[in-house]
Nanobody
């Protein structure tokens, strides 16, 4: 049974920072990947970053590269998204997701999401 639970969202002023966390419970899985997504009202869901849980290699979308950083702490079973220099256009619901096969396309499990609101 896979369970993902995000935390760390909130309201921040433009230029500020937040760190999102995703507690990962996947006791029967090995060699999976984790990703962060966001969806703003009226817009499609965008993938922001991905990381290999076992190996740590990562990818970031051009739209957030240099401002957002994905990481994980395997000892704490926690995925992170460090977000710096936040702007009002970053306002969205942010979700973590798990891909049961690292390197494959598509995600199989999703968290419930956490709201991030950036005020100008």
């Amino acid at each position: 049974q896979v369970h993902l639970e995000e935390s760390g969202g909130g309201v921040v002023q433009a230029g500020g920072s937040l760190r999102l966390s995703c507690l990962v419970s996947a006791p029967t899985l090995n060699n999976f990947a984790m990703g962060w997504f966001r969806q703003a009202p009226g817009k499609e869901r965008d993938e922001l970053a991905e990381i290999s849980w076992n190996y740590g290699n990562s990818w970031h979308a051009d739209s957030v590269k240099g401002r957002f950083t994905i990481s994980r702490d395997t000892a704490k079973n926690t995925l992170y998204l460090q977000m710096d220099n936040l702007q009002p256009e970053d306002t969205a619901v942010y979700s973590c997701a798990l891909n049961v096969h690292d390197g494959a396309t598509g995600y199989d499990y999703w968290g419930q999401g956490t709201q991030v609101t950036v005020s100008s």
